[in-house]
């Protein structure tokens, strides 16, 4: 998301985005059009990015310096995270910064691939179209409700979902306006109308399907739509939209409430902080001197940094609540270094992602806390429980990065003396610092895992100001609005999988998988391998909170049932989901993980399945080990 052209088979470097087709003239009445949305879009949501920082890091201060809370912090914080949420995705929309899938439009002739990216816009206007009226419905109802600190209508926060949806829609418009060949976007529109007129005319014949529904949407026209090359978040949007148009009674207006709910969760709020932090600690030269440090210990060490990569995620796991933002914290620091030493940035996204899957279980790991409110387990049984499964699987990923880098060639590489290691040390140790200053705020109760993240960006300036003295205010505004881009596009993926995740909850798919597990033969062994099955599957549609939420209370009592321990459980549930929120094709977390790394998503395809054999052995190692997950207990 940052500055990422995610929407072609190159990445930003290419300079060219398959949503952003060449303009027929760049000073045509389009291209200002599309300049202007630019300016009203891209200073507001900078400020939102600055006035979140500052609403959060004054709640601190309030609380802790004057002992006198700000009652109405965290709830003006959630109303403009909505509003930096969708002007964000807005901004990637307009940037072509939303996440595709192009393993098949990229190997079609330059003809092709074109089509298939009006294709793309045309098909993301299909569902900002049907979405934008339910949303500007559901804004009015929320006029009836008030705020209880600030004492305001909730549609100040609700509006900006039917603002974000039409500004979305004045986009693609423009960009089809842009294309230099009409007759691709005739077609195109015809394609998607003719489609669209032909599920509907079908909509009575689909509703006695029942649960068979839920793979012709949910599997086959989201796999045909992703294919095809249009966004992700879209892409989950329309198939969703179409199941319930089309085969229940249920109102478009619920939909949009669900959506909400899962992009304005004020956890998620680290997701954007985090961005920020990850490029402040760059521009300030703290990533800089980290990564010297970190080379002078292991750069002489064939993967080093690789390892390194795998350390700091489980060092920093947990500390924001949102595995996205985990990512964002640390890729920034390593990957620059590690391409400059030759690494493939698709082994690079590949590691990230099993490293994402690898940390679900360190505390203080919001799924577990959830795990821990919805089935009645001990949330300190299940913080010390997930330590070593992490460990487990960190060792599995270390032996597939020894597998691939034991050839590396390290010749210009000089092993750095004692003197040269301290010395680095001593430079690094204000960065270095930073994690543990996060996680002890985390853990002490200083801040909560939303607002942690201020905390390290208010230190990353001083420290860039007064320390490293080097801060660059030229590159603030592009910075910050890279931010907003680059969450915008993620939260509006967690919102659409927040849809759908509903979606299959209306469905009482929940209900009846329990039911057949509940009757497996084989006892606990059984069960066990049918859960990591299943929670692979459903960690790749649902995150990890909604699908805890809908199968935890209905599962953990079978295992209990079997003679599985509620621990050793969650460990096998939450590493199996982080395992399918991390494969692709349909992992969001593999998508989120690329737009971080600012890789394209097809350079990953291939390494990524070495670290997933690895993760899956280890889980298999963990579900075989009780003691693994409840030795320490």
Aim: glycine share 10%.
């Amino acid at each position: 998301m940052a500055g990422l052209r995610l929407t072609e088979g190159a990445v930003a470097a290419e300079g060219e985005s398959m949503l952003s087709p060449p303009p027929r003239n760049d000073h045509s009445i389009a291209s200002k059009l599309d300049r202007l949305l630019g300016h009203l879009v891209e200073f507001p949501v900078a400020i939102l990015v600055v006035a979140e920082v500052v609403i959060l890091f004054a709640g601190i201060i309030a609380r802790y310096v004057v002992h006198q809370p700000l009652i109405w912090s965290d709830e003006l914080a959630s109303i403009l995270f909505l509003w930096l949420a969708m002007l964000g995705a807005v901004v990637a929309f307009r940037r072509g910064e939303h996440m595709r899938m192009t393993a098949l439009v990229g190997m079609m002739n330059p003809q092709r691939r074109a089509f298939f990216d009006v294709i793309a816009i045309v098909g993301a206007m299909a569902f900002l179209l049907f979405i934008v009226y339910p949303a500007y419905d559901y804004a009015h109802e929320e006029t009836y409700i008030t705020t209880p600190a600030l004492e305001i209508t909730n549609a100040w926060r609700a509006a900006a979902l039917p603002v974000g949806a039409g500004l979305m829609i004045v986009s693609a418009l423009i960009k089809l306006f842009q294309v230099s060949n009409l007759r691709h976007v005739v077609t195109a529109i015809a394609l998607i109308g003719v489609l669209t007129l032909v599920f509907w005319l079908l909509g009575p014949s689909l509703k006695p399907l029942g649960n068979i529904n839920l793979l012709i949407f949910f599997v086959g026209v989201v796999a045909a739509l992703v294919l095809s090359g249009v966004p992700i978040a879209f892409s989950f949007g329309l198939a969703t939209f179409g199941y319930l148009a089309l085969t229940t009674n249920v109102p478009m207006i619920v939909v949009i409430g669900r959506m909400d709910e899962g992009m304005s969760h004020l956890i998620l709020l680290a997701v954007p902080l985090f961005v920020f932090l990850g490029v402040l600690i760059e521009m300030t030269g703290m990533a800089r001197a980290m990564v010297q440090f970190l080379a002078s210990l292991l750069g002489h060490v064939r993967g080093g940094l690789s390892y390194v990569l795998i350390g700091a995620m489980y060092l920093v796991s947990g500390i924001s609540g949102a595995k996205a933002a985990d990512m964002a914290a640390v890729a920034p620091v390593l990957f620059p270094e590690m391409k400059a030493r030759g690494a493939k940035p698709g082994d690079l996204v590949a590691l990230l992602s099993a490293t994402g899957a690898q940390t679900e279980t360190i505390p203080p790991s919001l799924v577990l806390i959830t795990i821990g409110s919805v089935t009645g387990v001990s949330i300190a049984a299940l913080f010390t429980g997930g330590l070593l499964p992490g460990v487990v699987l960190a060792v599995m990923l270390c032996f597939v990065v020894w597998r691939r880098y034991r050839h590396e060639d390290l010749s210009h590489v000089t092993r750095a003396t004692g003197r040269q290691i301290g010395r680095a040390f001593v430079i690094a140790l204000p960065a270095l610092a930073l994690p543990f200053i996060i996680r002890a705020s985390v853990v002490e109760g200083v801040a909560t895992a939303t607002e942690v993240s201020t905390i390290g960006i208010v230190y990353s300036i001083v420290a860039g100001l007064f320390i490293y003295r080097q801060f660059d205010w030229a590159r603030l505004k592009p910075m910050l609005v890279d931010t907003a881009s680059l969450s915008g596009a993620i939260l509006l993926i967690i919102g659409a999988a927040t849809g759908m995740a509903w979606a299959l909850t209306q469905s009482g798919f929940s209900r009846e998988l329990a039911a057949a597990m509940t009757g497996l033969p084989g006892g606990p062994i059984t069960f066990l391998a049918v859960s990591i099955v299943a929670f692979i599957i459903l960690g790749s549609v649902l995150e990890g909170i909604p699908a805890i939420v809908l199968f935890g209370p209905l599962l953990f009592p079978i295992a209990r049932q079997v003679g599985v321990h509620e621990v050793h459980y969650a460990m096998v549930v939450i590493l199996s989901m982080g395992i399918g929120l991390f494969a692709p094709p349909f992992g969001v977390g593999y998508y989120a993980a690329c737009a971080i790394g600012r890789v394209n998503p097809d350079e990953g395809m291939r390494p990524i399945w070495g670290y997933l054999a690895a993760l899956i052995l280890g889980i298999i190692l963990v579900a075989a080990v009780p003691w693994i997950s409840i030795g320490f207990l």
